[in-house]
C-alpha cells in the first residue's frame, strides 16, 4: 500500500482490508476483483441490464449472515437462531412495499428467473392446486388419492399462458421452449404492431380472448416504450386470467416515480416479479410483490422452487430498497429516462435506425441493418472501442436470434456515474461513427459474412480515447481507491 496524502474513505479502507484480507488465501481471487473495478471505470457500460450497486449494498453482502440457513419466512423458520435474519427480511420487505405501495413483498428470490418461478407456482397454487384439494376434501396434497394426485399433476401441467414475443423484446422466462416455463405452460405471445413497433392492445385482447390464458405476462427485456397496464388488467380480467408483470428491466423507474398511473404495474398486476439489481441498483437477486390472495402461495416459494434463502443477499436488498426510498432516487430515475432520450435523439440525428423511432424508458433498441451490419457485428465492433453493448433481435428479425439485427442500449449505469445529457450526445456520436465506419467482410462465396468485419484504420482506438475521456471526468466509486 503507498502513502497517500488525502484522507482515506471509509469505502477506501472498508475495501483495501477485505482486499488484503482476501490475499492472503488466494491472492489470484483478489487480484481478479481489483482488476474487475477497473475493467468497470475504464469501460462505457451501456448493457441495459447492468448497474453499479452502491459501496453500502456491496459491503452489506460479505458478512456472517452468508452462514445462515432460514428457511420459511419471517418468525416462522425451519432452523433455529434466525432473529437476525428476521430482522434484516423485515425490513426489505417492509421497504419493499412501502417504496411500491404493494400489499405484500416476498425477498427470498435469489434471481429475476427464480422470481418468475416462484410467481408461477403460486399461480397455479392458488389457481388449480387449490380448488382439486377442495373438491377432494383434502387438506393437503399428502391427503389425495394416488387418483385425485395422478389429475391434479396432469392439469398442474395442462395450463395456459400469453406472454410477450421475443423478438418483440419478451423474455425466455415468459413461456419460450427452451426455458422451464415453456416446457410447463402451452404458450402464445403477443408481438408488436409491424408500423409502429408498440404494443397492439386489441391484438392482445384477440388473442387473450381466443387462447384463454391462465396467466396474462406483461413485461420486457428489449422494448423501449410504456405498456399500460391498466389495459392489460382488463384484458386479464376479461377472459379470466391471472395478470402477472415482470418488472425486472423497469423497476427502477417504478421505484422512482417515474412509471406512475397506468404505467405502475404494482396498482394493476395480481402479482409482480422483478429483478433487484439492474435499475433499481441493488445486489444481484429477485423479489414477487403480490396481492394479500397470492401472499400465502408466494410465501411457499422456498423451498418449493427456491433453494435456502441468501440472508446477506436480502440484507442487501434492504439497503438498496432504503437507498431507492430516498429523495435522490427520483432524481435518478427521472435522469435515466432523459438521458436514454437524449441518446435516442443523437442516434437518429445522426442517421440511425431505431425500432419505435426512439424511447420512453431506459432502453434504445438500434436497427443497425442501416449500417449495413448484424447485430453481432455492431456488438463486436463497438467493444473494440471501448463500448459494451449487447446485441438483441429486433421485431421480425431477418438475421434470427444468434446473429441479430439490432442492439440494445441502456443508461442505467451510465446515469449512475453521472454522465448527463450532453454526455449522451457525445456518446451517439462515438456509437454512429463506430458503425459507420465497419463494414461486413465478404466471405470466400462472395457473400456479405454475418459475423466478420472490419473496422476504418484507427477508428477503435480512436473512439476508446474520446470514450476513455468522457468516464475520467465521471469517476466511478470516486471514494474509493485501491491505490
Ligand atoms: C433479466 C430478466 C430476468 C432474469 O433475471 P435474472 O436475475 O438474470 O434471473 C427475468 N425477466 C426479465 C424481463 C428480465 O429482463
Known amino acids: 500500500m503507498s502513502d497517500h496524502s488525502a484522507p482515506l474513505t471509509p469505502e477506501s479502507i472498508a475495501f483495501r482490508s477485505a482486499l488484503d484480507v482476501i490475499r492472503t488465501v488466494e491472492p489470484r481471487v483478489a487480484d481478479a476483483i481489483g482488476s474487475e473495478i477497473?475493467?468497470?471505470?475504464?469501460?462505457l457500460k451501456l448493457i441495459a441490464s447492468e448497474n453499479y450497486a452502491s459501496p453500502a449494498v456491496l459491503l452489506t453482502m460479505g458478512n456472517w449472515f452468508s452462514d445462515k440457513y432460514a428457511e420459511g419466512t419471517v418468525g416462522r423458520r425451519f432452523y433455529a437462531g434466525c432473529r437476525n435474519v428476521d430482522t434484516v427480511e423485515a425490513l426489505a420487505a417492509e421497504h419493499a412495499r412501502e417504496l411500491f405501495g404493494a400489499d405484500h413483498a416476498y425477498v427470498q428470490p435469489h434471481s429475476g428467473i427464480d422470481a418468475?418461478?416462484?410467481?408461477?407456482?403460486?399461480?397455479?397454487?392458488?389457481?388449480?392446486?387449490?380448488?382439486?384439494?377442495?373438491s377432494a376434501g383434502a387438506k393437503h396434497v399428502n391427503d389425495l388419492s394416488e387418483d385425485d394426485w395422478a389429475r391434479l399433476r396432469r392439469s398442474l401441467g395442462d395450463q395456459r399462458m400469453l406472454g410477450m414475443a421475443l423478438d418483440a423484446g419478451g423474455h425466455l422466462t415468459h413461456g419460450f421452449r427452451p426455458n422451464i416455463s415453456g416446457k410447463m405452460f402451452e404458450q402464445r405471445s403477443y408481438g408488436t404492431d409491424p408500423e409502429t413497433g408498440r404494443i397492439d392492445y386489441e391484438a392482445v385482447r384477440a388473442a387473450a380472448r381466443e387462447f384463454r390464458p391462465l396467466i396474462l405476462i406483461?413485461?420486457?427485456?428489449?422494448?423501449?416504450?410504456?405498456?399500460?397496464?391498466?389495459?392489460?388488467?382488463e384484458i386479464a380480467d376479461e377472459v379470466g386470467?391471472?395478470?402477472?408483470?415482470?418488472?425486472?428491466?423497469?423497476?427502477?423507474?417504478?421505484?422512482?416515480?417515474?412509471?406512475?398511473?397506468?404505467?405502475?404495474?404494482?396498482?394493476?398486476?395480481?402479482?409482480?416479479t422483478t429483478t433487484t439489481h439492474k435499475s433499481l441498483r441493488g445486489p444481484r437477486g429477485g423479489m414477487v410483490l403480490c396481492d394479500n390472495e397470492l401472499a400465502e402461495h408466494v410465501d411457499r416459494g422456498c423451498p418449493m422452487v427456491l433453494g435456502g434463502p441468501l440472508p446477506h443477499v436480502m440484507a442487501a436488498k434492504a439497503v438498496a430498497l432504503a437507498e431507492a426510498r430516498q429523495p435522490g432516487f427520483r432524481d435518478y430515475a427521472q435522469h435515466i429516462v432523459e438521458n436514454a432520450n437524449a441518446l435516442a435523439e443523437g442516434l437518429g440525428r445522426r442517421g440511425g435506425r431505431l425500432v419505435t423511432g426512439g424511447t420512453d424508458n431506459h432502453l434504445v433498441l438500434l436497427d443497425v441493418s442501416g449500417y449495413g451490419l448484424t447485430g453481432r457485428?455492431?456488438?463486436?465492433?463497438?467493444?473494440?472501442?471501448?463500448i459494451v453493448t449487447n446485441r438483441n433481435a429486433v421485431p421480425q428479425d431477418p438475421?434470427?436470434?444468434w446473429y441479430t439485427s439490432g442492439v440494445r442500449l441502456g443508461t442505467p449505469a451510465l446515469t449512475t456515474r453521472g454522465l448527463g445529457v450532453p454526455e449522451m450526445d457525445e456518446v451517439a456520436d462515438l456509437i454512429d461513427s463506430v458503425l459507420r465506419g465497419t463494414t461486413p467482410s465478404v466471405t470466400s462465396s462472395g457473400k456479405a459474412s454475418k459475423a466478420q468485419y472490419t473496422v476504418e484504420d484507427g477508428l477503435a482506438a480512436r473512439t476508446a480515447e474520446r470514450a476513455a475521456d468522457l468516464l475520467a471526468k465521471h469517476p466511478l466509486y470516486p471514494g474509493i481507491d485501491l491505490s
Not at 418468475?116 to 377442495?134: D, I, M, Y
Not at 406483461?218 to 388488467?233: H, I, T
Open 377 to 386: 457485428q455492431a456488438e463486436s465492433a463497438l467493444l473494440d472501442a471501448g
Open 38 to 43: 477497473a475493467d468497470q471505470r475504464d469501460s
Open 399 to 401: 438475421n434470427g436470434a
Open 116 to 134: 418468475n418461478l416462484v410467481a408461477f407456482w403460486a399461480v397455479l397454487a392458488q389457481r388449480v392446486e387449490s380448488p382439486a384439494l377442495q
Open 218 to 233: 406483461a413485461g420486457y427485456s428489449a422494448y423501449p416504450r410504456l405498456v399500460n397496464f391498466r389495459v392489460m388488467r
Open 241 to 272: 386470467a391471472t395478470l402477472m408483470v415482470d418488472m425486472a428491466h423497469f423497476a427502477g423507474l417504478v421505484a422512482g416515480k417515474v412509471l406512475t398511473g397506468e404505467y405502475d404495474p404494482v396498482p394493476y398486476a395480481n402479482i409482480v
